[in-house]
């Protein structure tokens, strides 16, 4: 075979080396890892049997107090129960420019069919200023 065969075959191994050192080195990951570490607070709380009736009777003292348990002060939340999907809240008021959601659907319990879909809208805990986000 060519001599320059083998160097253009080394130079795009090389140049594929360089671009997937990139993306996973240079790229920052802290979204992800915010998300992780909420996603795996609020598992636990998902499978709770009383979570799941306080999302279900749309019990907001409930749902508080289960969340606050949940993120430890660590996390500022607000959340909304709604029956259709495209249901959004118009504002939130935050202390962070980067907001998170998590979601769920509960379809109900055991007694009856009445399903429910949760999302928390969560950001790290600031004491900083309030920014009025307009999600639509």
């Known amino acids: 075979m060519n ?11 090389i140049a594929t080396m360089i671009t997937f050192t990139f993306i996973i080195y240079i790229i920052p990951t802290d979204r992800a890892e915010n998300n992780n570490l909420a996603d795996s607070l609020l598992k636990n709380i998902e499978e709770d049997l009383e979570f799941r009736n306080c999302v279900i009777m749309e019990d907001t003292t409930c749902l508080n107090n ?8 660590a996390y500022e939340y607000d959340f909304l129960i709604f029956d259709d999907p495209l249901t959004e809240p118009d504002y939130l008021n935050t202390t962070s420019d980067k907001v998170y959601t998590y979601s769920r659907v509960f379809s109900g319990n055991y007694t009856n069919y009445n399903p429910k879909i949760l999302k928390i809208y969560y950001w790290e805990f600031k004491e900083e200023k309030v920014i009025l986000w307009k999600l639509q």
Not at 3 to 13: G, P
Request: aromatic share 22%; net charge positive; charged share 25%.
């Open 3 to 13: 001599k320059k065969a083998y160097m253009k075959t080394l130079e795009v191994f």
């Open 66 to 73: 289960k969340i606050n348990i949940s993120f430890y002060g």
